[in-house]
């Protein structure tokens, strides 16, 4: 699989010579045969965020890596429990005293494409993800499950569809995918428990962002109505089952169900409602994320240290008020990493992002982020493509940007859906990586396509969740007057200084 590249967060990596400290610290260990000693590079170790909040890569646990054999490197790491470590673009399952050996190749690396192949040898782990995706094998389940609930047309059907009994047999076979993909797992009973938890939870986690975009997706209200029963089914179910708040799906899974609530567009008082039938520690996990997104009042976030008692949330919520730009960063404006990004249009003519707002005289710029690839976003193409009620619009020109891997595929899918070309533009190479770690920090974007944006022609961020291009309105503009009344796009603050 081609992925464009995106380099994750790096931490020194040198041989360490071993002296007074005890070796046996290092409890457990990961020897990586390479094909050449160049792939080293390709594999920066790091640690899965716990509380999955970003950044997702944060600094790996104590370790000793031996570069000194020609086409090997071993790794000893100190873990006292279950821990999900990043080699490269895949995260891993790994517990303390196991010993994984493994054959790694990067096939290609340039600054468009990335492409490398893994090969467990032996080892009792594996994969949340690879290449910084799920694996292909997942990907078409769920799309299978998706395609099914689109064609329900009734409210029941829904309901039935998302059961707890349902959702627990579709479960199971994300378990029989992992064991599938990964012969190297043990069958015995703590291990077969383990993957079996974090199976149901990753595939909750990634259901409920096929749920979302299905909810966003629908108009009929009975059905709408429906798909929020399911999801609050889901929480009460998961809400009485035996967490691990040491397992980061647990926290992953919780925070896909609060983003499905907050893209429902509630306050946080509604938010925090929706909880109420869960135990007082994902009840905080709720509000620390409304806490972090800005979605709380200023009475609501007096005394919230005092509130999160768990403790890995109060040092988050501390760290969140130290930080001396909390606040500036976000500060609702494109940055001048995102205004230099190169793009190009349709006769291949390079361009960089700001010119966008410069060259748009309508006073709103609503952005499709989409791809060749994803099958989620050529729907809602042509959806758009039967009405195209935005190409002559005075006050919202709709920007469609094409995240590629090559120049090869986007034209076909602009001249397949009839799509305005001055209004098409191509992301790739470097640029991909900068406009995807720039919004995710500036405007909360998880990565997922397609994603709308709606920003004002001074590049100011009006709602970082617009309706997708089918179905906005011009008269939806008027509900985002002034940002004070947008609680979806924080404090507002003056622009950045212009480009140099």
């Known amino acids: 699989m081609l992925r464009t590249q995106r380099k994750p967060s790096c931490y020194a990596q040198t041989t360490e010579v071993l002296t007074d400290r005890k070796e046996e610290v290092y409890n457990t260990t990961i020897v990586i045969n390479l094909k050449k000693n160049a792939d080293r590079e390709s594999l920066s170790l790091a640690q899965h965020n716990p509380l999955f909040f970003s950044p997702r890569y944060i600094a790996p646990p104590s370790n000793s890596i031996d570069t000194l054999t020609n086409l090997k490197t071993v790794i000893r790491v100190a873990i006292e429990k279950p821990t999900y470590l990043s080699l490269g673009f895949s995260f891993l399952y790994i517990e303390p005293g196991d010993s994984l050996n493994m054959d790694f190749e990067v096939l290609l690396q340039t600054k468009e494409r990335y492409k490398d192949t893994l090969h467990i040898n032996h080892g009792n782990v594996f994969f949340k993800q690879r290449n910084v995706g799920i694996l292909p094998s997942f990907n078409k389940y769920l799309s299978n499950i998706y395609d099914s609930l689109k064609k329900i047309k009734s409210a029941d059907g829904m309901v039935e569809s998302l059961s707890i009994e349902?959702?627990?047999?579709m479960a199971d076979k994300w378990?029989?995918?992992i064991y599938k993909e990964h012969p190297n797992l043990k069958h015995d009973s703590p291990i077969f428990k383990t993957v079996k938890k974090f199976g149901a939870e990753q595939f909750e986690r990634q259901l409920m962002y096929r749920i979302m975009h299905l909810y966003t997706y629908t108009k009929e209200?009975?059905?709408?109505?429906a798909?929020?029963?399911?999801?609050?089914n889901i929480l009460q179910y998961s809400c009485v089952q035996e967490d691990d708040f040491d397992n980061i799906m647990t926290w992953g899974k919780y925070e896909a169900i609060y983003r499905f609530f907050k893209e429902m567009d509630l306050d946080s008082q509604s938010i925090i409602k929706k909880f109420n039938g869960c135990n007082d520690t994902v009840k905080q996990y709720a509000l620390l994320n409304l806490y972090k997104d800005g979605m709380l009042s200023e009475q609501e976030k007096s005394g919230i240290i005092d509130k999160l008692t768990y403790p890995a949330f109060k040092n988050y919520a501390i760290q969140l008020n130290q930080n001396p730009n909390r606040g500036t960063d976000k500060s609702g404006y494109i940055n001048n990493e995102?205004?230099?990004a190169r793009l190009f249009d349709?006769?291949?003519?390079?361009l960089v992002f700001e010119d966008l707002f410069e060259r748009t005289e309508q006073p709103y710029l609503l952005f499709d982020f989409s791809g060749s690839w994803c099958k989620p976003c050529l729907e809602e193409m042509s959806v758009y493509a039967k009405t195209r009620h935005l190409d002559n619009s005075k006050k919202v020109r709709p920007i469609w940007l094409f995240f590629e891997n090559d120049k090869t595929k986007w034209l076909n899918i602009v001249e397949r859906y009839n799509l305005k070309k001055e209004n098409c533009f191509l992301v790739v190479g470097e640029s991909g990586p900068i406009l995807k770690k720039q919004f995710a920090l500036l405007f909360d974007w998880e990565g997922e396509f397609p994603h709308y944006f709606l920003f004002a022609n001074e590049g100011e961020i009006i709602d970082k969740r617009a309706r997708?291009?089918?179905m906005f309105e011009e008269n939806n503009i008027s509900d985002f007057s002034t940002r004070k009344n947008n609680k979806n796009s924080g404090i507002p603050l003056p622009p950045p200084p212009p480009k140099q």
Request: charged letters at 35%.
């Open 166 to 169: 349902r959702l627990g047999a």
């Open 175 to 177: 378990t029989e995918l």
């Open 221 to 225: 209200e009975s059905l709408r109505n």
């Open 227 to 232: 798909i929020e029963k399911s999801v609050l």
């Open 338 to 340: 995102i205004r230099g």
């Open 346 to 350: 349709v006769n291949d003519k390079e």
């Open 468 to 470: 997708p291009l089918s």
